[in-house]
């Protein structure tokens, strides 16, 4: 996350041969570019969503298909586009009972995705659908209220930096410096309470409670 200018999340393609053995990698690169993107919580729908999209191409298309997968923002919806060249065959939406042999795999979608649809282009036909991230903004996080205050705090810390181009290299600096403005307004609060006549250790330990309940509480895991 880069705490000062909003995380870029630039959109992505990848050029495949439509096959069932290449399913299992497009879902191992959704989980690293998604985690890379800090949208966690839509991998899991995403992989699935991949995985449909991609296996209808290979049962309504054909096997050896060329194929792309586009993977984008639409504002704070994540965005998944399988590309194909045969603008015939529509994937629809079919009323599958648990006897179906097809029609379940745009039902799951249907089922998962915020919207979908196709579009026709001249030489391809796009199949996407769009998942909620819970986002506030395209290049916002999903941590919360407590990180959205503590993200105001530190650019308050960080008036005097520099600003820089979008680079890898200047995201890392930008989160090393956050990193170093968050501890040094820790070593503020701690100050400010023991000025107040507080404890300093004992809130330090009682913000770690917190802290880890917290935590335990966001991953699903007994407290």
Request: some cysteine.
């Amino acid at each position: 996350m880069d705490c000062f200018a909003g995380l870029l999340r630039k959109p992505w393609d990848l050029s495949f041969v439509a096959e069932p053995e290449k399913i299992a990698g497009l879902r191992r690169i959704m989980r690293l570019r998604l985690g890379l993107w800090g949208l966690h919580e839509v991998i899991d729908a995403a992989q699935i969503c991949v995985s449909e999209l991609t296996s209808n191409v290979i049962t309504h298309v054909g096997v050896g298909t060329p194929t792309t997968l586009a993977v984008s923002m639409s504002g704070t919806h994540l965005r998944i586009e399988v590309h194909d060249p045969d603008t015939r065959a529509l994937p629809t939406l079919i009323a599958a009972n648990s006897d179906s042999e097809t029609g379940r795999g745009m039902a799951l979608v249907d089922a998962i995705a915020d919207r979908w649809g196709v579009e026709l282009l001249a030489d391809r036909k796009v199949t996407w659908c769009e998942l909620e991230t819970g986002l506030a903004s395209a290049a916002g996080h999903c941590g919360g209220t407590r990180v959205t205050r503590v993200e105001a705090m530190l650019r308050l810390y960080g008036n005097g930096m520099p600003v820089l181009p979008q680079t890898a290299r200047s995201r890392t600096l930008m989160v090393t410096v956050a990193e170093e403005a968050a501890i040094d307004m820790i070593a503020d609060l701690l100050h400010w309470l023991r000025a107040h006549g507080c404890d300093a250790d004992e809130a330090l330990d009682r913000a770690q409670i917190h802290f880890e309940a917290e935590a335990t509480e966001g991953e699903g895991l007994p407290a």
